[in-house]
């Protein structure tokens, strides 16, 4: 069976089978199944910004278009010897499955396929047809256990020349699974948080996650996403008066920006709408925010969130510089924020 363990899949990707003609990552975990992907990709070789050598493909494009995954795989590459196929967003498509079925019966000669999928069901359609093919390889994906997380912790501080004290790492773990990537997010925001510092201790971890009740700052956040400017403000000062740190705040709305551009990157990559994409998120949006968020889509473009995200990160280093002024240098760059929502939901 051309399958691994979930536990076998890192020393898989570190020595991928040079024979091997189509890899598929699936599992619940789409940030683990996107970095693996990403590891894979540039183990080819190839120069993943040349769109002659990689072609990126979504699950539904080829769904749409039958037979364009088996065009492209024997297309002759012009200018190198082969090219990668990188298929996202995939699921039970049946002309994706069967694509790639041809495909497992006749070889591509000048291309590697490259799958990225949700959580699939054993021995049913894509990932039966994989795990059954001598050429393929099926690699799961799933929720990051502690020894995984520790492993992404040192990582992002090996990056960043840090080290981090045990008992901030038990607090930081405890915020941490679900997603590869929201997981190396929350680090990285935390080191950012840190900057200049040799070790990370357990008061720079609750400041960023918020060891205390989000109330105090969960409505200014709302406030943000829904443009309301007066809300804002009084909910942002509430905050800071009782004591608490501006930098909280920042740290809230970097995660709901992060959380609402990658399901804006879904709705425009699949053509989705919002509700759908809210409703199939995970981790789940409460109920009781699911119209907030919704509207939020709608209203911010890719391009939008992505100027909104670099003005924070630039405000939370401003505010590690010069932390005697973190409450204004905070509540400028979040006052940007609410007043293009504002702007933008009244087009």
């Known amino acids: 069976m051309a399958q691994k363990k979930a536990f076998e899949v890192d020393s898989w990707l570190a020595r991928p089978d040079q024979r091997i003609s189509i890899v598929l990552l699936y599992g619940p975990d789409r940030g683990l199944v996107a970095e693996r992907a990403k590891a894979f990709a540039e183990k080819t070789g190839l120069p993943l910004d040349d769109p002659f050598s990689v072609v990126r493909l979504d699950g ?12 492209e795989a024997r297309t002759v590459p012009m200018f190198s010897d082969r090219r990668l ?6 699921s039970g498509q049946k002309a994706l499955a069967d694509d790639v079925k041809a495909l497992t019966a006749e070889p591509p000669r000048d291309a590697i396929i490259l799958i990225e999928a949700g959580d699939l069901k054993k021995g049913v359609g894509l990932r039966a047809i994989v795990e059954a093919a001598d050429i393929a390889m099926a690699l799961p994906c799933y929720a990051d256990e502690a020894r995984d997380i520790d492993a992404v912790i040192d990582d992002e501080l090996r990056k960043a020349g840090m080290s981090m004290t045990l008992e901030a790492r038990q607090a930081l773990r405890r915020n941490l699974g679900g997603d590869r990537l929201a997981s190396r997010g929350e680090i990285e925001k935390l080191i950012l948080y840190a900057h200049g510092q040799k070790e990370i201790g357990l008061e720079e971890v609750r400041a960023m996650s918020g060891d205390v009740s989000g109330a105090s700052f969960d409505d200014a956040v709302d406030a943000l996403l829904e443009g309301k400017v007066g809300d804002f403000d009084t909910a942002f000062t509430r905050h800071c008066q009782s004591g608490g740190q501006p930098f909280l705040v920042l740290s809230s709305a970097m995660r709901q920006l992060q959380s609402i551009q990658a399901m804006r990157g879904q709705m425009d990559s699949a053509g989705r709408n919002a509700a759908s994409v809210v409703a199939a998120a995970r981790p789940p949006v409460f109920f009781s925010r699911r119209k907030l968020v919704e509207k939020a889509l709608e209203r911010w473009s890719s391009e ?6 670099t003005r924070l990160q630039t405000a939370v280093l401003q505010t590690r510089r010069r932390p005697d002024l973190s409450v204004a240098l905070a509540r ?5 924020i609410v007043v293009e929502s504002s702007r933008l939901a009244q087009r």
């Open 60 to 71: 539904s494009e080829v769904d749409r278009d039958e037979g364009r995954l088996l065009d």
């Open 304 to 309: 939008a969130l992505g100027r909104a995200l």
């Open 85 to 90: 196929l990188w298929v996202r967003n995939a």
């Open 332 to 336: 400028q760059a979040l006052l940007g």
